[in-house]
């Protein structure tokens, strides 16, 4: 609750705290909201028929309160940073779900896609090259279409199972990662619509731009090894 308030530009009736906060029912959020007046942490106004509330940020706990309102962001920061250190980069990597929206609990994953370029053996969705290179630049569809090594592609899920190994470090959540190759985004939104509607709903971007995506594009082709499906967890 404080921090739904310290990052609110605006006074706010307890109805809109509880629709923001990540859990609660609102007769709970309005029995702590009250609570807080009293220590004096929230100061209540009437505006006509509401009464609204806004953080005192000359509390001296106003601080903790701006602190945890900046926590996300802090998070942001730290897996562009992370991931811009890798040595196989992403071709394109956002949050989405609940940590981009702000909604999630105390137990609630952290949902990241991770782009990577095609795998050893990977082809390309028949007759789409060219659709491609009509909406990418020369560099991003090297970068993009360029299959990985085998040493590369082991370069990677090494660094994915350690970006596991630090999300649960930095916020003790759980990291739920969509790891896919370039062709497989660019191909697989027709089988899982409500999934990737979600992603361009919510992404917050950190490496990268969002790549188009051929609708109705055939599923792209492993040589000798099957292709991982998306994984959906909460």
Wanted: with cysteine; charged share 20%; glycine share 8%.
């Amino acid at each position: 609750m404080l921090a739904v308030l310290a990052k609110s530009g605006r006074p706010l009736t307890v109805g809109e705290i509880a629709a923001q906060a990540p859990r609660g029912s609102e007769i709970g959020i309005r029995r702590s909201v009250n609570r807080l007046v009293q220590q004096g942490i929230v100061t209540a106004t009437q505006m006509g028929r509401n009464q609204v509330h806004e953080l005192n940020r000359d509390h001296i706990a106003s601080a903790a309160a701006e602190h945890l309102a900046g926590l996300r962001l802090e998070l942001w920061r730290r897996l562009r940073e992370t991931l811009g250190t890798w040595e196989q980069q992403p071709v394109y990597s956002c949050v989405f779900g609940s940590a981009a929206r702000g909604d999630g609990g105390p137990d609630s994953d952290i949902d990241i896609l991770l782009v990577h370029p095609p795998l050893p053996g990977e082809q390309p969705p028949r007759n789409r090259l060219k659709d491609l290179a009509s909406v990418l630049s020369e560099v991003a569809m090297r970068l993009a279409t360029t299959p990985m090594t085998n040493a590369e592609a082991e370069t990677w899920q090494s660094q994915v199972d350690d970006l596991h190994a630090k999300i649960q470090r930095w916020t003790g959540n759980p990291l739920q990662v969509l790891d896919i190759s370039f062709w497989q985004w660019a191909s697989l939104s027709r089988k899982e619509p409500a999934l990737f509607a979600e992603v361009d709903r919510d992404a917050i971007t950190l490496v990268g731009a969002p790549i188009p995506r051929l609708v109705g594009a055939p599923i792209p082709r492993l040589v000798g090894a099957p292709i991982p499906r998306p994984a959906r967890g909460r």
